[in-house]
């Protein structure tokens, strides 16, 4: 079975700029989550989606918004750029919203200039 | 803030031993940890959870051990092999899929 798929793996923006980050979840799973990583405050949790509803929400500025598809494919748009948006954005996958175990990507890894 | 955090961000062991990685909580109605290892280049992944109505779960050479009096967790690898150099990072869940995680301690094994 496939793992999380996240695309692009690497890119690069400039300030002001905005991005749009994919998601695709493992085949079968309906909760898709996604999350901030930079070595100054590590993860942080940015939203969640469930059957193209989102259920939580990080403490993150209304740049960052978020998106799920009918087939549970996820999006991720930053918009607005600053410097400090520069992180591994990583998308995660589970089977249902009551459990712990998530099936994370390998993550789009944004530079910000 | 943050509700979970880690004692030690570094860790080295020799290959063969075994390895303890703590983690303390803040929040007394925190009630399901979750520990996640995290290699060079790649996402966390599910090593072994948790939930607070239990003191110690047991995985495949890993163990995890609860302790609700004094908030404090702790991630036991057993015969820890150069395969286990990672991050490990301790969370809790918040709801949902939503997860708070510690900063992380990077576990270096010694051939």
């Known amino acids: 079975k496939a793992g999380v798929t996240q695309t692009p793996r690497y890119l690069i923006k400039t300030r002001g700029q905005q991005v749009t980050l994919s998601c695709s979840p493992i085949?079968?799973?309906?909760?898709v989550s996604w999350y901030q990583q930079t070595p100054g405050q590590g993860l942080q949790f940015l939203f969640e989606?469930?059957?193209?509803?989102?259920?939580n929400k990080g403490n993150f500025p209304g740049r960052f918004s978020g998106r799920q598809f009918s087939n549970s494919r996820s999006e991720m748009n930053v918009s607005t750029l600053e410097l400090g948006d520069s992180a591994l954005y990583l998308c995660?996958?589970?089977?249902?919203?009551?459990?712990?175990?998530?099936?994370f990507g390998e993550g789009s890894r944004l530079t910000v200039l | 803030g943050e509700s979970v955090g880690l004692h030690l961000p570094t860790l080295s062991v020799q290959e063969g031993d075994n390895s303890i990685i703590n983690c303390a909580y803040s929040?007394?109605?925190?009630?399901?940890f979750i520990w996640y290892k995290q290699e060079s280049g790649k996402g966390p992944q599910f090593i072994i959870d948790?939930?607070?109505?239990?003191d110690k779960r047991q995985g495949q050479r890993v163990t995890v051990l609860l302790n609700k009096t004094v908030k404090h967790l702790s991630l036991q690898i057993a015969a820890t092999q150069p395969g286990d150099s990672a991050v490990y990072f301790c969370?809790?869940?918040?709801?949902?899929?939503?997860?708070?995680f510690g900063e992380g301690t990077q576990l270096t094994v010694n051939p």
């Open positions: 995660a996958s589970s089977l249902s919203v009551d459990t712990g175990e998530l099936f």
């Open positions: 085949s079968g799973h309906r909760s």
């Open positions: 989606y469930f059957s193209e509803t989102q259920r």
């Open positions: 929040n007394s109605a925190s009630d399901y």
């Open positions: 948790i939930r607070s109505n239990m």
């Open positions: 969370a809790d869940r918040l709801g949902g899929s939503r997860l708070t």
